[in-house]
């Protein structure tokens, strides 16, 4: 790699980080007088609590402007012809920026919308394989934090079985491996509620819950694989 081509390199892998920091669950709340994400449940600006703070629909708003920080990160990359281990990179820079946000002190939400946004960049159909997934995982265990991190599992082996059969560039391996793990990690602490027995499930209405059906201000929420934090070929 040529001088001018690291140094590309490293500022779109910035700019990935500076694109995943964006905190649109505030921006949005701010914009429609809504309460701030941060000053409720675990303080963390991804889906749970934005859909506490601001009702479903701002929140299904804000989930999807995450999502698409994933996906701008690697589809600025492609566009400047930087190459796909560039690419993943940056895409995964997105993640960490979303999660360790440079506008908010290094807070943020679970990393799991824009990594599905990433994956959406890489493989499509993969991505949208993990939405039902997501969807009756919560559905059946009410905990969406098991949602997210089933989804995040099941799309990197999807994507690392994609890549070995279908002849994709090696570099997704990276994105299979790192995104999953990113997104787990940023899960420790929901992970040691659920080993301990006192991670919150989602409510129902009926049971006292927001409308719409928040879910517990320490789990994560998102679309598909949408955030959900409380506190050599390409793939066609």
Do not use: C
């Amino acid at each position: 790699m040529e001088i001018p081509e690291l140094v590309r390199a490293i500022l779109l892998v910035v700019a990935g980080y500076l694109i995943g920091g964006i905190p649109w669950s505030i921006i949005v709340a701010r914009l429609t007088g809504r309460t701030d994400p941060r000053t409720i449940g675990s303080g963390r600006t991804g889906g749970a609590n934005a859909m506490r703070a601001m009702g479903p629909r701002l929140a299904l708003l804000s989930g999807i402007l995450d999502l698409l920080k994933g996906t701008a990160a690697v589809l600025l990359a492609r566009w400047l012809g930087a190459g796909t281990g560039v690419e993943v990179v940056a895409g995964l820079a997105a993640i960490v920026g979303h999660s360790r946000s440079p506008f908010l002190g290094l807070g943020g939400g679970r990393g799991v919308a824009p990594a599905f946004g990433g994956l959406l960049a890489f493989a499509p159909v993969i991505a949208l394989l993990t939405v039902p997934l997501f969807v009756v995982v919560i559905a059946v265990t009410r905990y969406s934090s098991v949602g997210s991190l089933t989804a995040s599992a099941v799309a990197g082996i999807l994507l690392a079985a994609a890549t070995a059969t279908q002849g994709w560039d090696p570099w997704l391996y990276l994105y299979a491996a790192g995104g999953t793990l990113l997104v787990w990690l940023f899960h420790t602490d929901n992970i040691q509620r659920l080993l301990a027995g006192t991670e919150r499930k989602i409510r129902t209405p009926a049971e006292g819950g927001p409308a719409g059906g928040a879910a517990s201000g320490d789990g994560s929420s998102g679309g598909g694989a949408a955030d959900g934090s409380s506190r050599a070929g390409r793939p066609a």
